[in-house]
């Protein structure tokens, strides 16, 4: 098995190992059948989408598996990922302990699947990014060694940040799919930090990417089109 692969499968079996720590831990108990189900959905694209890339752009996909704190990135993209990572971790830990653990809330099983489906609709949309932004890393950052060029088609041609409007699905999608108002009650804030650093990263691919500023005058909307 070539060594991207074994890469692959090894950090995704960690981050799922992480995710269902704290999901357990927070709920108290095993007996989460959406839970179980959530982590599957992940698994279950996440290799997907990664042998996908292995084949069609394995210099992609050792970007999306490089550390999310790189010597090149900008620091302050360093200390947002980081905090990204925190929150992430409190964010699951929460809807555990609220979905049940306590059973603050009541989310109808209708509502449940379409937030499995809104996940999988991110999931699948991604691809599609993917597809069309072969520099699309995880981290704010000039790829001047893989020939980092200015992406405008597929997706980035109606929105700048078509990865981060489709997160949008999954983020909402995450707590009603588990049972969580109050993990979805944090969505807004989390889409409006996501919102912080597109702007951010405008600023450094306008004053590094060439091409792009130009790019900015072309796409006027960031997420959804006729809204911002």
Known sequence: MKPLIVRLFTQTLIWLALQGVL????????????????????????????????????????????????????????????????????????????????????????LSVCGAVAIFVDLYATRGVFAANRYAAPVVKIQRERGHALSDSGPYAYVRHPMYAFAILLLAGTPLMLGSWWGLACVPAMV???GW????????????????????????????????
């Open 23 to 110: 999901l357990f831990a927070s709920a108290g108990t095993l007996a989460w059948p959406a839970a179980w189900l959530w982590l599957l959905e992940w698994a279950a694209c996440g290799i997907w989408i990664g042998l996908w890339l292995a084949r069609t752009d394995p210099g992609l996909l050792a970007e999306r598996l490089a550390p999310f704190a790189q010597r090149e990135q900008q620091r302050w993209d360093r200390v947002f990922m980081v905090s990204v990572a925190l929150g992430w971790c409190a964010w699951l830990c929460l809807i555990g302990l609220d979905a049940v653990r306590y059973r603050w809330s009541q989310v109808p099983v209708w």
């Open 192 to 194: 409006a930090a996501i």
């Open 197 to 228: 650093r597109a702007v951010r990263e405008e600023r450094t691919l306008a004053a590094e990417l060439p091409g792009y500023r130009a790019y900015l005058e072309r796409v006027k909307y960031r997420f959804v089109p006729g809204v911002w």
